[in-house]
């Protein structure tokens, strides 16, 4: 009789042993039929048989349980969050250099530690640092057991089921490898896959992705190994961590002996012996960097020997031996195939070049913005020539585009070479292109020059003006209405019904009371539904007390922003105070206006804004109205002197039904304490409201102190 057909309970170790081997391998090959092109040739339930056995072999023999063991990962049943792997090396970053001099001082640096002369040459290794997510992938006996991200450097996460996904990395080795290896590189998707990714996304009218590196992190995060093998992810191997066996004495042989056991390796690494070889290979990347069809954000230099790598060893985080050469801001060519002009809440007419998409330091760009008319003539804002030769942008040019960090992409220039002969200079308009009224550059009263913005003088009679408007009103530091997002404020604000109309921020307060006496139900109409209509009511509702600086955002006032506002409502303390000071303000003299000025933190220009809102009594009207519908709170006193909570840690978990979390946490704030989302043992206080799960329950364990919402009300005093 073989192993197989043997009951658990009558397996000798010897046997168990066996069947234990036989049985990670048949759950290893299944696992890889199922994630690779192949269909599994087992039934669901056969697999779930085998891995059941192998469970219960396991608890009656634990010492047998293998390293390699499929209840040690990820399986095909992912777990519901990824289990913490700690590395058996610590995967560490690398330190950066950004000019041609930090590249010398790093070189010299390696010299000197060494005591070396410049005449005993060190040999370095340069190749492209891949903008992805490292991996450290682990072979057992020449099988893949598990393969984890880097997490903090010491623990990372298990992905192993994802892994497996992507075709590129070998499941097993070839025969002689050492018996322990884990190879280390980078996870990441190639520029082509990511647009091919997001144009199906957009044309099923989904959310795009922002750039090809957050794509392959989300898509390795999948708790649904299928996703991630929709994503095409790729890999390049680089580097390595535990190893039984060394089994090559530099970096470059390592890599050539990845590339043997089939893994990929880029082929843009080189050996290189002097600084200038080094620069130069540096200056020949970055040229083909554009052409390439992955991200790389620099060259990763390291010295090749590893004997002299282990006498380098390590600063805290980082080798000796290793540096990241980083590029600087990437530019790429593409054509401006429009420019459109988009109509804002204080009426700004800001051009947008509408370009050719095209992925410039990691993030597809299709759009950048052109700031104002003189922007366009190549003029900046105080007067100064900002592209060479004054070059202008025109419909059709073929453009510099630069993106660095997180900032705007911005068209630097022109290739005029490029211009079509008969492209004309682009006219900036004269009149809104929403509402058709005048558009206009104010004087500058202060300087007496033409102001840079063209501004459309329609106000609220400019659809574009009042919808930005409401959709600035319910924003997420403004009103922060969950629901309704700027294609329901289009659809509300364009509606004729009375019932289902809103035009201004009162309206959104009224609509659920005019649904009430009316036919035309919401929950009816494409796109809503009883549930989100529902929520949609319930999150309106929950706005209706409101923190006084969030009031005061939300209205909208030409340069005051959430700082401001914020300086407002502390100074003013509630919002009848702020208006009858504002009024008072009115002829920007007296005592009124005096004290808006020393406000620390306020100038003439807010002041003078805010003044000029009050003026209005279009403003003052829809203020009127809101003030029916909506409380704006008290603002937090600033003292927490004798405050009971000064300086503890605080957890609000659970659905509060007191107040709104963002209520509950200035509130905490105002009185002094430490708002937390999670749990831990520095945490002094959880307050925890209904349907409170495992923060609750960690709390508990951890021996804080907990509370309901009317105790937590008691604690600070109601
Ligand atoms: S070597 C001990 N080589 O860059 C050094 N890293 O900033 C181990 N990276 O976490 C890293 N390409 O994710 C190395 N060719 C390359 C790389 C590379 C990209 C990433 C890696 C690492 C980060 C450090």
């Not at 640096?109 to 190749?127: C, H, K, N, W």
């Not at 702020?578 to 005096?594: Q, V």
Request: hydrophobic letters at 40%; a negative charge.
């Amino acid at each position: 009789m073989s192993t197989e057909q043997i009951a658990v309970e009558s397996l000798t170790e010897e046997d168990a042993a066996s069947e234990l081997e036989r049985l990670a391998r048949e759950i290893a090959r299944n696992d890889a039929l199922y994630h690779g092109k192949d269909a599994p040739d087992i039934s669901d339930a056969d697999y779930d048989a085998l891995k059941r056995r192998n469970d219960a072999i396991e608890a009656r023999f634990p010492s047998l349980i293998r390293p390699d063991s499929p209840s040690r990962h990820v399986g095909a049943a992912p777990s519901e969050t990824f289990a913490p792997v700690v590395h058996a090396r610590p995967m560490l970053s690398l330190d950066n250099t950004f000019s041609q001099e930090d590249v010398q001082d790093f070189v010299a640096g390696v010299y000197r530690f060494l005591g070396r002369l410049p005449d005993q040459s060190i040999v370095f290794t340069a190749e492209p640092k891949i903008d992805g997510l490292s991996m450290s992938i682990r072979y057992e006996n020449g099988r893949m057991v598990s393969a984890a991200t880097r997490g903090d450097g010491t623990t990372g996460e298990n992905v192993t089921a994802n892994i497996r996904t992507i075709k590129e990395i070998p499941q097993v080795l070839p025969k002689g490898v050492p018996s322990v290896v884990e190879v280390r590189g980078e996870v990441y998707m190639a520029k082509s896959d990511f647009l091919a990714l997001n144009a199906q996304m957009e044309a099923e009218g989904k959310q795009t992705y922002v750039n090809p590196r957050n794509t392959a992190a989300g898509s390795l995060r999948q708790l649904d190994p299928k996703v991630t093998a929709s994503r095409k992810l790729k890999f390049f191997a680089y580097a390595w961590g535990e190893m039984s066996d060394m089994p090559a004495d530099s970096q470059y042989d390592m890599v050539r002996m990845f590339k043997d056991w089939g893994f990929p390796v880029n082929p843009l690494m080189k050996r290189l012996n002097s600084v200038a070889d080094i620069l130069s290979h540096y200056d020949e990347i970055g040229l083909k960097r554009p052409g390439l069809d992955y991200d790389i954000d620099g060259v990763v230099y390291k010295v090749d020997s590893l004997e002299l790598q282990a006498r380098l060893g390590f600063r805290s985080r980082s080798p000796r031996w290793a540096t990241a050469h980083k590029f600087p801001a990437e530019q790429a060519f593409t054509t401006v195939e429009n420019i459109d002009i988009q109509v804002g809440r204080t009426g700004a007419l800001t051009p947008v070049a509408r370009l050719t998409p095209i992925t410039v330091g990691g993030v597809v760009v299709t759009n950048a913005t052109l700031h104002n008319a003189d922007y366009i003539k190549g003029i900046g804002n105080s007067g100064e020539r900002i592209r060479e030769d004054d070059h202008d942008i025109r419909i059709g040019d073929t453009v510099i585009v630069q993106r660095a960090g997180d900032v705007i992409p911005q068209v630097l220039d022109v290739v005029m070479e490029k211009r079509a002969p008969g492209a004309k200079p682009y006219e900036f308009p004269t009149v809104c292109p929403v509402c058709g009224s005048h558009a206009v550059r104010e004087k500058n009263e202060k300087t007496g020059k033409l102001d840079s913005v063209t501004r459309c003088t329609g106000g609220f009679i400019c659809r574009a003006q009042a919808t930005e408007h409401l959709k600035h009103f319910v924003s997420r530091n403004a009103f922060d209405i969950e629901g309704l997002g700027t294609k329901q404020v289009d659809f509300f604000f364009e509606n004729d019904d009375p019932a289902l109309q809103i035009r201004t921020a009162p309206d959104i307060f009224t609509l659920e009371e005019r649904q009430a006496g009316s036919l035309t139900k919401l929950e009816n109409i494409d796109g809503f539904g009883k549930v989100s209509v529902a929520k949609l009511y319930a999150a309106i509702s929950e706005r209706r007390r409101i923190a006084l600086h969030r009031f005061i955002y939300a209205l909208g006032i030409r340069h005051v922003g959430e700082t401001t506002a914020k300086l407002l409502a502390r100074s003013y303390g509630n919002y009848e105070a702020f208006e009858a000071g504002m009024k008072e303000a009115a002829t920007l003299a007296g005592d009124a206006w005096n004290d808006l000025n020393a406000i620390e933190g306020i100038g003439e220009i807010m002041a003078r804004a805010i003044v000029e809102f009050y003026k209005e009594p279009r403003n003052t009207e829809v203020i009127t109205r809101l003030l029916g519908q909506v409380t704006p709170l008290e603002a937090e006193k600033p003292t927490t002197a004798g405050s009971p909570v000064a300086g503890k840690t605080v957890v609000f978990t659970g659905s509060l039904e007191k107040f709104t979390r963002d209520e509950a946490k200035a509130r905490a704030e105002g009185l002094g304490a430490k708002v937390a989302g999670s749990v831990s043992k520095n945490t002094d206080i959880v307050v925890a409201g209904p349907g409170a799960g495992s923060k609750l329950d960690k709390a508990r364990e951890l021996g804080v102190q907990t509370m309901d919402e009317d105790e937590w009300l008691a604690l600070i005093g109601g």
